[in-house]
């Protein structure tokens, strides 16, 4: 899901306790859950 730079990113981040937020699609696709959707009429 995350390219290899942002998973390391958050290692460092992880690795020197600092506190963070993911927003933004991110997020998005972490959090969100399906929803379904009618189609045709």
Do not use: C, W
């Amino acid at each position: 899901m995350f390219d290899r730079d942002f998973k390391d990113l958050l290692s460092v981040f992880d690795a020197h306790n600092v506190e963070y937020l993911i927003v933004g699609g991110y997020a998005v696709s972490l959090h969100a859950q399906p929803r379904g959707r009618k189609t045709g009429t």
